[in-house]
């Protein structure tokens, strides 16, 4: 999941579908794990869309540990992606609270990035990026916030200069590949991303 997440080499079918059946295999031995149950949620949500098992495991994992940092915040990233950002932030502020020194920190604040972006807050999601990146540099999805908040507010020389960070990382990266991927995003948020992406300047294909 983080490889597709972080553009770490292209994943084939092959490698999709045997995740996502190692994400089911660890729902089912893990039922009393909050930790495992979130991560094959999370797991099953990014490669293959399926974000009422997701929620619903989410919620299993809660059920068992209410203060699980992890399930918390990969709620708020899926209520970032299906644009409900109100829901993302106070689901990710949560995670951030029960556990603020967790290595997962940078993805707190990557996650509330795509969240304001997904409000149109763009100044705000470019602020909540560069927090992300402060903490870790490399993080794509940070990035690629900061490249569509830049397009929309007009900036367009920093959009494309963030981009080809982008492309130094993920350089097999286009609209066409950004679809495909983000398809569990709801459709007005992946096109509020596409329209930035496109902007900046990022290939068709």
Excluded at 24 to 51: H, K, P, S, Y
Aim: proline share 4%.
């Amino acid at each position: 999941m983080h490889q597709r997440f972080q553009g770490w080499g292209i994943l084939s079918a092959d490698d999709v579908a045997e995740a996502c059946r190692l994400a089911r295999q660890a729902l089912e031995a893990g039922r009393d794990d909050a930790e495992t149950i979130c991560q094959a949620a999370w797991t099953l949500f990014v490669l293959a869309g399926e974000a009422a098992m997701a929620a619903a495991a989410l919620d299993s994992a809660l059920a068992l540990n209410p203060n699980a940092a992890h399930a918390w915040l990969i709620r708020g990233y899926i209520h970032a992606v299906r644009n409900q950002p109100e829901a993302a932030i106070e689901a990710i502020e949560r995670a951030r609270r029960l556990s603020p020194f967790d290595p997962y920190t940078f993805i707190c604040a990557a996650n509330t990035a795509a969240a304001h972006l997904a409000a149109r807050r763009f100044e705000r999601a470019i602020e909540w990026a560069d927090r992300a990146l402060h903490d870790q540099p490399r993080a794509l999805g940070a990035m690629r916030v900061k490249v569509a908040a830049n397009a929309h507010l007009g900036r367009l020389d920093q959009a494309r200069a963030e981009l080809s960070r982008v492309l130094a990382i993920y350089p097999e990266q286009t609209i066409a590949g950004f679809r495909e991927y983000f398809h569990y995003l709801a459709p007005e948020f992946l096109e509020l991303y596409v329209t930035g992406l496109r902007l900046a300047g990022l290939p068709e294909k």
